[in-house]
């Protein structure tokens, strides 16, 4: 069973940067992805971005792109979301996820999530 834990949520003035993290353990794939979704209250639960974790091929939602950064690091099985130039509508929980194959497809394991406040 694949485990995710995540890091480095908080609070942060408009125009500010935070960096999460996100570690998964548990059973290896060949191509798997890491991905970050958002959740704020009262919507429904949105795609950020996602890697994969063999080839790095990032991609993102239109809202963030040129904003937030999604990167690797293999020998720790972690992803990285470095979200710079926050704004109010950034404010959501934002949670890990894992899929076996990288792409279009289905995420198998998430994350509890961790709350992201863009707020003066």
């Known amino acids: 069973q694949v485990q995710l834990v995540e890091s480095g949520g908080g609070l942060v003035q408009p125009g500010g940067s935070l960096r999460l993290s996100c570690a998964a353990s548990?059973?290896?794939?060949?191509?798997?992805?890491l991905a970050w979704f958002r959740q704020a209250p009262g919507k429904e639960r949105e795609f950020v971005a996602a890697?994969?974790?063999?080839?790095?091929?990032?991609y993102y939602t239109d809202s963030v792109e040129g904003r937030f950064t999604i990167s690797r690091d293999n020998a720790k099985n972690t992803v990285y979301l470095q979200m710079n130039s926050l704004k109010p509508e950034d404010t959501a929980v934002y949670y890990c996820?894992?899929?076996?194959?990288?792409?279009?497809?289905?995420?198998?394991?998430w994350g509890q999530g961790t709350q992201v406040t863009v707020s003066s």
């Open positions: 548990g059973p290896t794939f060949r191509s798997y992805g």
């Open positions: 890697i994969s974790m063999s080839s790095g091929n990032r």
């Open positions: 996820a894992f899929q076996i194959n990288y792409g279009p497809g289905e995420f198998n394991y």
